[in-house]
């Protein structure tokens, strides 16, 4: 069900959250019941449980026997399944466990991981979601007692994944010497022409992505190439990655080179404008807005 509405997803985790519905659920996975069946195998107010899942579409009824429905299999499902995406006993698996209570948690003091901002692109990449603050992207500044302090904390949407995955595209070797080509094999941040190969880079980096590469490679302009693409050296990349997820985890993009200056925008990120303005994003841009303003 991913990709699914807010309403199912609340239904599962409130589904996730009690026990009871869940052993109900779990009871009738295994095969129909009768109500009294039901009764007599759960504690509580069962009639009035199922009378409730038969509303919400999770179980039908057949005079008194009760079933679940194709929809019901699936909330059954996730909300008994453990999503944690990440083998156990790694830091990753770790973040996700904490983040799985789906409370605020401080990225600096509570995360296990020294780069928490790259576990979060891999949890979105699978499809799970964070709670947004408009302008501050997959979280919030909040006041940490432990770190005492303002700081970037996360907090998990739902402890299953409600969004489409995000996936890279393959790029074929003809359209990497496509653009190699075009940037006559220049790297995009100095200008240089190594004798190694330059990497084509996405100039919007994949922990920003919200949604999965869709690019149709054979057809596109070289005005669409030199807005979605730049070349780099291999060093130059990861540098670059580098950066992108420090700008990811504390909302301020890096000066570019150590040069605090931004064609679009300020050094705070904000969602309206995205990675627009920031050198890393756009060193070819930068660099003429920046001699354009020297130049008076």
Wanted: glycine letters at 6%; charged letters at 30%.
């Amino acid at each position: 069900m991913a990709g699914m509405d807010e309403a199912t997803a609340e239904l599962i985790q409130s589904v996730r959250r009690d026990d009871s519905r869940t052993a109900v659920l779990s009871t009738l996975a295994d095969g129909p019941q009768s109500a009294s069946e039901l009764r007599s195998d759960h504690a509580g107010d069962v009639d009035a449980l199922l009378s409730a899942f038969v509303d919400d579409g999770v179980l039908q009824a057949d005079g008194a026997t009760y079933e679940l429905t194709e929809f019901g299999e699936r909330v059954h499902e996730y909300a008994t399944t453990d999503w944690n995406p990440s083998n156990e006993g790694t830091k990753r698996a770790a973040t996700f466990e904490i983040l799985a209570d789906c409370e605020w948690h401080c990225s600096a003091c509570e995360l296990p991981s020294s780069q928490p901002a790259k576990d979060i692109q891999m949890l979105r990449k699978e499809g799970f979601e964070f709670v947004r603050n408009t302008g501050q992207g997959q979280g919030d500044y909040r006041h940490c007692e432990t770190c005492e302090a303002t700081t970037f904390h996360r907090k998990l949407q739902y402890p299953f994944p409600t969004g489409q995955s995000v996936t890279r595209q393959g790029m074929p070797d003809s359209f990497k010497r496509r653009v190699r080509d075009l940037y006559d094999h220049r790297d995009a941040f100095d200008g240089s022409s190594p004798s190694t190969t330059l990497e084509v880079d996405h100039r919007v980096p994949e922990i920003r992505w919200d949604s999965s590469e869709d690019f149709d490679y054979e057809s596109m302009t070289d005005e669409e190439v030199r807005e979605h693409f730049q070349i780099l050296t291999r060093s130059h990349n990861l540098l670059k990655s580098r950066k992108c997820e420090s700008c990811v985890e504390n909302d301020e993009r890096p000066p570019f080179l150590g040069i605090e200056y931004y064609y679009e925008g300020d050094a705070a990120y904000d969602d309206s404008l995205g990675c627009v303005g920031c050198g890393w994003y756009n060193p070819h841009e930068w660099r003429a807005s920046l001699h354009a303003e020297l130049d008076g």
